[in-house]
């Protein structure tokens, strides 16, 4: 029974709950939520084999996720014990797969691409730390990943970078990210560069950040404006990659269907738990050298001076880029999820209350009123 036949697949009497048995030639091939397992001596069914950098961050979790789920065995590079346990339960057993690596160790990283189908870079770092600065993270590593793809010739190369990637940004992450971009074109030209928008779920530094009591300084006043995007949305956009080999090569541009200042999804965060959060306003010059000693001082993040600088810049989408239309992706808009995201800062008297976009409409129910036409 060679690999790439196709079989028809007759329904057996065996069906357990989630768990159903079918015929295939005599033997019975296990099917449990869309995975696939065929007892076989020397043949299995599997998905893709998929390598996800920087799978231990924010947007990491949704991809290995949504990949494992599809039936793909995930190879996860991790550099600390403790933050991959939550990717264990990702998958079935045996379907995501740990390997210790070093960002600067070349054998480390094609140890894990060499095997694979495809390969996702996620690595990214918002702000610079006494190991690694951002070119360190965003050009360097992407060139030894890049490098390490192009040796085993794996079939497809996803890039993560950065809305705003732009080599001659005034913000030293925007320019990183940029540079990056360029890197990773150059040693593999069918890379699919995206660039994904300010994310917002429940592992954020948006929603989170802004609904927190520490946030209490903040520069330009909040008004800086862009298309925040759902990272379910990021997360389904990749995974659709992965079928669609017409993406290779291609530059996407991820946000959401509508355009916000700082300002307003504050106040839609506000309006949200039913509490006031305070910002001041601190000037520029004085902001980004207070971040310095902050960033430098603290050992967990805080902000750092070209945060500062990136609240003066707005996002700006390239028209020659393809977006989640392309992937046949309805992107959703932030002010409907805001609820789910952030009940659990609500005090215990208002946490049952509803949605603040149901308690508009009711009071909008009590100013209506009958108009007689006679």
Sequence with gaps: MPNGVVYKISPSPVQESQLFGYKVDGHLLEVYDGRYQLNWMTLTFQGHTATVFGATGFLGRYIVNRLARAGCTVIVPYREDMMKRHL????????????EYDLRNTQSLEESVRHSDIVYNLVGRDYPTKNFDYDDVHVEGAERIAEAVAKYDVD?????????????????????????????RQI????????????????????????????????NHMQQRFWPVHVIDVGAALENMLQDDNTASETFELYGPKNYSMSEIAELVDQEILKHRRHMNVPKFLFKPMAKVLN??????????????????????????KTFKDLGIEPADLSGLTYYYLQGYRSAAYYDLPPATEREKREEKKYLHVLDDQ
């Design 188 to 219: 593999f030209p069918e890379t699919t560069i995206v660039r994904p928008a300010p994310m917002f779920g429940f592992e954020d530094r948006l929603l989170n950040r802004l609904a927190g009591v520490t946030n209490l300084f903040t520069a």
């Design 88 to 99: 264990k339960l990702a998958g079935d057993l045996g379907r995501v797969v740990f390997m």
């Design 296 to 321: 430098a001082a603290l050992w967990w993040p805080t902000i750092s001076p070209d945060e500062v600088e990136r609240e003066f810049i707005d996002q700006k989408i390239d028209p020659k880029a």
């Design 156 to 184: 497809r190369f996803v890039h993560v970078s950065s809305y705003n990637a732009d080599f001659n940004s005034t913000s030293d992450f925007f320019r990183s990210k940029g540079k990056g971009e360029q890197v990773v």
